[in-house]
Every structure is written in structure tokens, then in C-alpha cells.
């Protein structure tokens, strides 16, 4: 293992004051691309090195399997690979497995891999009948309120005051629904991913020998992305902690990325106020992007706000100036982005290394043909193409059909649309609330939007002429189009 000294080397100023707060209770305000996860694997190995920390006593949590695996990989290289680096979910799971047996006396339950085959019958049991983006939707609800601590009895109530919506259910439906769903689970021994954390919260709170046990292997923690934390993973955190303060926490508020399942970065910015006398130091060295960027990433949040961010200070050399250009419509803003990615191409810049990011799915389908129309390569993030998903498929098919086999008045294609699309449960008026359902009509209500825009071009446009026009729109975005420079990517921006 390298010399405790060897350790602090290698790190800039901030991340060695890092380092060196090894007691808790410690919050780092690590601002973006300031080397977060440098600064807290250094810190847990130079505990090692220094002898304070015995590394089987030290539990570091994260949020993704590939971030643990990034940790372990960083801590095996600086000489500690027996510190345990792992989501919430897995260290829980692993407790959670092997005390079941000793407090309950019986085989632990099976673990569902999507809630969806207990919802949909769920949903039937209360009366309700609902396609998959109403499943998606009550899925990420369920998830919602239990990583809240929200109990089915005060569901109702607290999702009204906090203005949550399903759909177009009542809360009092939603309630039903979750009360069927956890029946179900019941009487078939089966658990879902937010019961992992429930369970073992259960355990510890009610078995002090296991929570002494715990608590006797575990001394030291660390946990990466606190911003991230929801009520339920803080209610664990504090279990395993048992009234001790010697916990890192780690994050930047202003990268808070799972509010709609329940975090919030107040944990975060709160965190000094919980833990009388906690250190908060302070991550502000960006390696990462120019200072262009990182001095427009500082003007939209400016220091003193309410944020809780740091300043960051750019160390890459200057670049290029950040642009801002707007534009009168979606079409003449996507088809702007394309001259501007086959400019950059055509100067040097690979595809790959290009990335586009827009705010709802339903904007992707502008991006896609303007990125075919210029033969730009491209591959879609976090979601489907346009013309792939299953209420758009099926929307050209009712639209193909009814323009063979029907009349339509003059100047009447928008109102026909609507009209067709009806079928699909189309709406003029958006869904309460976001999530599937909105994602789905977001998605009619494009159709609807190109039908408006043909009429304009064209006050004598027909069915067909949509039907044609959607067509070609969706040749266009799947036309092939491969120089061997690699692809750019199309993505929604996280929200």
C-alpha cells in the first residue's frame, strides 16, 4: 500500500483538505468535475494507510452499480480493495438476506423484476383498467411514496398537498391500487426493489441484536451523490449509524437528478444543521470543461443563492465562446443544430463526440428528421425514435386507414386528426400531472402539431397528405447514413 504521504500527492489543495478530515461528521460540497470521487478514495485509503480506519469497517455507498464498480476499482489500485464500496440497494440486500432467516425463521422472499405484473392485476382487483403508461405511472408512484415514507393510509392526503397526480386518477384511486398491489406481494411472497431498503430498515429497528451487529462491522461511512438521498435511504443511513457521526457525505446540490423519485438536496444543504460541529469543505477546482462553460455555469448559479453550490474555477484551457441562438419554430431550430453538427464534422470534430439534448421525447422527432435530411449518423438515448414507439405506430395505422376508406372536408384535417386519434384516447387538453401518460399524449399531440403545420402549407392537405408526409418523415429519420467516424447521440436532458 503507498505511504500515507504519497496519498496527499497526488491531489490538489482542496481534495488533500479532503483527505485529511477523516473523522466525521464531514459534508464535501463537490462542485462538477472537481474530482469528487478522487478526493473521497484517497480519503478512505489514507485512512487506511494512516491505521485509523480498519478497511473492513468502512462501507462506502453510491447510487449506480457502475459507480461502486468505479470506486472498487479506484480503491484497489491506492492498496485498500477490501473496503466496501456498493449502492444502497446491494449493501441492503446483502443484510437483508442473511438476517431474514434469524429474525423471521423463513426462506426470504423472491424479488420482482418490474412491479408491472403485480400492478396490472393490482389495478383489476380495485376496477381499474389501465394500459402500460398508466402501469409505468403507477409504478413510478408506488416507488414514489415509498422511498418518501409515505404509508398507504396517508397516501391521499399527502400526495393532494403536495400536488401529486397519476393520470387522471384520484389520489384515493392511486391508494387502492397500492393497497392491492401490496396485497398481492403477500400472499405471494414477493418483495420489490424499495422493499430491500423497507425491509432492512424493518430489521434494524426492531431487532437491536442485529443493529448491534451491523453497527459493530460497520464504523466508518462514506456516501457518494448525497444530494441524491431520499427520506428512506436516510432513514437507513441513520440506522446503521445508530447515534454515531463518523459519516463523509459527498454531492452538489445543483446536480440533484431523482426529485421525481422522491430526493431532495435539502438533506444535503441541511446536513451541518443535523450534525452539530460537521465540517463542510469545498470542491471548486473544475477539470473538466473551459472556462467559458464553467463561468456560464456559474452565472446561473450565482454564489449566496439558495442553491447550496460552490464556485467553480476553471483549470482546462480557454475554448471556444458559449452561443446562445434562438430560433421561431422547432423545425428551424432542429434543422439549425444539423448545419451546425455537419459544419463541426466537416472541421474536424468526430460525430461521437457530439451529443444533442432536448427536454421532452416528444421533441426528438424534429431532431430525427433534421439529422436524416443532413445524413448525419446518429443514435437515440433514453428513449425510442419517434416513429418506434407504440403510440405512434399505431397512430399512422389509424390514420392510414381512415384515409383510404374515408371523406374529408375541405380545411377539416386538424379536427379529422383529433378525431381519429380519439380512438387512442387523445385529448386536445394535456393529462394532469407528467410521467407516461403525458410522455404518451405529448407524443399524439405531435401528430396533431404536423397535421397543423400541413394545413398551413397546404389549406387543401388531406389525410393522406399526412399520412404521406409521416411517411417520409419516418424514412428520413432511419435512413442509414455511416462515414466509419462513429455516431452522435440524440438524448433527453435529464430533468
Same mark, same amino acid.
Given at each position: ?45 489514507? +485512512? ?81 383498467? +389501465? ?187 480557454? +475554448? ?163 462515414? +466509419? ?11
Amino acid at each position: 500500500m503507498p505511504q500515507p504521504e504519497e496519498l496527499l500527492a497526488a491531489l490538489d489543495p482542496e481534495q488533500r483538505e479532503v483527505a485529511l478530515a477523516l473523522r466525521g461528521p464531514v459534508a464535501v460540497i463537490a462542485g462538477a468535475g472537481t474530482g469528487k470521487t478522487r478526493a473521497i478514495t484517497h480519503r478512505m485509503a489514507y +485512512g487506511v494507510a494512516t491505521g485509523l480506519y480498519e478497511p473492513t469497517e468502512v462501507l462506502a455507498v453510491t447510487f449506480t452499480t457502475r459507480a461502486a464498480g468505479e470506486m472498487r476499482g479506484r480503491l484497489a489500485a491506492l492498496g485498500a480493495p477490501t473496503i466496501q464500496a456498493r449502492t444502497f440497494h446491494s449493501a441492503a440486500l446483502r443484510q437483508a438476506r442473511y438476517f431474514w432467516p434469524q429474525v423471521y425463521g423463513t426462506e426470504f422472499p423472491e424479488i420482482i423484476s418490474s412491479k408491472f405484473s403485480v400492478l396490472g392485476p393490482a389495478a383489476r382487483r380495485v376496477g381499474l383498467h +389501465g394500459d402500460t403508461a398508466l402501469l409505468r405511472d403507477l409504478s413510478a408512484e408506488v416507488e414514489w411514496a415509498k422511498v418518501s415514507n409515505v404509508r398507504i393510509p396517508d397516501y391521499a392526503e399527502t400526495a393532494r398537498t403536495a400536488g401529486r397526480q397519476v393520470a387522471d386518477l384520484q389520489p384515493g384511486q392511486v391508494a387502492n391500487v397500492m393497497a392491492a398491489y401490496e396485497e398481492l406481494k403477500r400472499e405471494n411472497n414477493r418483495i420489490d426493489m424499495e422493499d430491500i431498503l423497507l425491509v432492512t430498515a424493518a430489521i434494524l429497528a426492531d431487532d437491536e441484536r442485529v443493529a448491534a451487529q451491523v453497527r459493530r462491522q460497520y464504523r466508518w461511512f462514506v456516501v457518494d451523490e448525497f444530494q441524491d438521498v431520499n427520506p428512506l435511504q436516510s432513514t437507513l443511513l441513520d440506522l446503521w449509524l445508530g447515534g454515531r457521526d463518523d459519516v463523509c457525505v459527498v454531492g452538489d446540490p445543483r446536480q440533484t437528478i431523482y426529485s421525481f423519485a422522491g430526493a431532495s438536496p435539502r438533506l444535503l444543504r441541511d446536513f451541518s444543521r443535523r450534525y452539530e460541529g460537521a465540517q463542510r469543505l469545498e470542491l471548486v477546482r473544475n477539470y473538466r470543461s473551459t472556462p467559458q462553460v464553467v463561468a456560464v455555469a456559474n452565472a446561473v448559479f450565482p454564489r449566496g443563492t439558495t442553491s447550496g453550490g460552490v464556485k467553480l474555477e476553471a483549470q482546462q484551457p480557454a +475554448g471556444e465562446p458559449v452561443r446562445y441562438l434562438s430560433h421561431s419554430d422547432e423545425p428551424s431550430e432542429a434543422r439549425s443544430v444539423a448545419q451546425e453538427i455537419v459544419r463541426l464534422h466537416r472541421s474536424g470534430v468526430p460525430y461521437r463526440e457530439m451529443a444533442v439534448l432536448y427536454r421532452i421525447n416528444a421533441q426528438s422527432e424534429a431532431f430525427e428528421e433534421a439529422l436524416g435530411e443532413a445524413s448525419v449518423p446518429y443514435t437515440l438515448r433514453g428513449g425510442e425514435g419517434f416513429f418506434q414507439r407504440g403510440e405512434v405506430r399505431q397512430a399512422v395505422t389509424l390514420l392510414r386507414g381512415q384515409a383510404r376508406g374515408g371523406e374529408q372536408e375541405d380545411g377539416a384535417l386538424v379536427s379529422e386528426v383529433r378525431a381519429v386519434l380519439a380512438a387512442l384516447d387523445y385529448r386536445e387538453e394535456p393529462p394532469a400531472g407528467g410521467g407516461a401518460v403525458r410522455d404518451r399524449w405529448e407524443s399524439l399531440h405531435a401528430i396533431v402539431s404536423m397535421a397543423a403545420d400541413l394545413a398551413e402549407d397546404k389549406p387543401t392537405a388531406t389525410l393522406g397528405d399526412l399520412v404521406t408526409d409521416l411517411e417520409r418523415r419516418a424514412h428520413v429519420a432511419h435512413a442509414p447514413a455511416v462515414d +466509419g467516424r462513429g455516431v452522435g447521440h440524440v438524448s433527453t436532458a435529464l430533468q
